[in-house]
């Protein structure tokens, strides 16, 4: 659709994810002129803006409210006034709300300009060392066990390099998850508070990672991303496949029967799908 010539921008402003020395020109000249600022949560934006000395209006939107204001924002900006849209912290969107905003401001046609920066994957995939080139964001997992566990068991053939976000309460959770669906050897970065003051980037294997943050309750700590190395080969991700398909057949059906099954079906060679649970 068209812009109309009289509408005002909706200018999508990436902020620091912790120092706030991360904040762009630009974005502080956006957030400086735009009639108001969409924000998740007013009160974290505007200790933002208090530091920058700016007191432009704020206006919230998150995952509660957003198909409701949505289309009121669309009008003010129609009406010739720019916006700015902001997340807590971070790109918005990226597992963040303000995509319902940006779609119905995009089918009025009115311009949508973004102004790029911080993003915390983004940043953890910069200094983590793996495979870089093609990368699979899967932000939050679920928060329960079981659809978690479920959600792996689908990802532990992925060859690319795998993105997650992470919460304190369930990092050690997820990463003990992550080292049974994926195997405790698959190579892993953990990144918790990036551009903060307890930074601290971690490598090695599932295993590994999950032990120690298991041990050391200041790994615990702040906010994470993970990073998993995807599958190295076909024939890997074939036995990755092989073994999930023959855990849920060996549910209902003889170790070899289940076993032939999965082999069939997947390629992987039957001798590497016995036993493995046990490992």
Do not use: W
Not at 62 to 68: M, R
Not at 188 to 217: I, Y
């Amino acid at each position: 659709m068209t812009t109309a010539s009289h509408s005002g921008t909706l200018h999508v402003v990436a902020t620091p994810i912790g120092n706030l020395g991360d904040l762009s020109p630009r974005a502080l000249e956006t957030l400086r002129g735009v009639a108001a600022i969409c924000a998740e949560d007013t009160r974290r934006t505007r200790q933002l803006l208090s530091h920058f000395g700016l007191d432009t209006p704020l206006l919230a939107l998150h995952e509660h409210n957003e198909a409701d204001v949505a289309a009121r924002l669309v009008a003010r900006l129609q009406g010739g006034e720019s916006l700015a849209l902001v997340s807590d912290a971070g790109t918005p969107l990226v597992s963040d709300p303000g995509f319902r905003l940006v779609r119905a401001a995009r089918a009025a046609g009115v311009r949508v300009s973004p102004v790029p920066g911080p993003c915390a994957f983004v940043a953890a995939l910069s200094v983590a060392g793996l495979p870089s080139d093609r990368i699979a964001f899967e932000g939050f997992l679920p928060a329960k066990a079981g659809a978690r566990r479920e959600r792996l068991a689908l990802l532990a053939s992925e060859p690319r390099t795998l993105a997650f976000y992470e919460s304190s309460h369930r990092i050690a959770d997820t990463l003990a998850d992550l080292r049974d669906a994926f195997g405790a050897a698959r190579p892993a970065v953990l990144a918790r508070e990036l551009t903060k003051l307890f930074e601290t980037v971690l490598d090695g294997s599932l295993g590994e990672l999950a032990e120690r943050v298991a041990g050391d309750p200041d790994q615990r700590k702040g906010e994470f991303v993970v990073l998993v190395q995807g599958v190295g080969d076909d024939t890997e991700a074939r036995i990755v496949e092989g073994r999930r398909l023959y855990a849920r057949l060996g549910e209902h059906l003889p170790p070899s029967t289940a076993a032939k099954l999965a082999a069939e079906l997947t390629g992987a060679p039957r001798k590497a799908l016995y036993g493995f649970e046990d490992k």
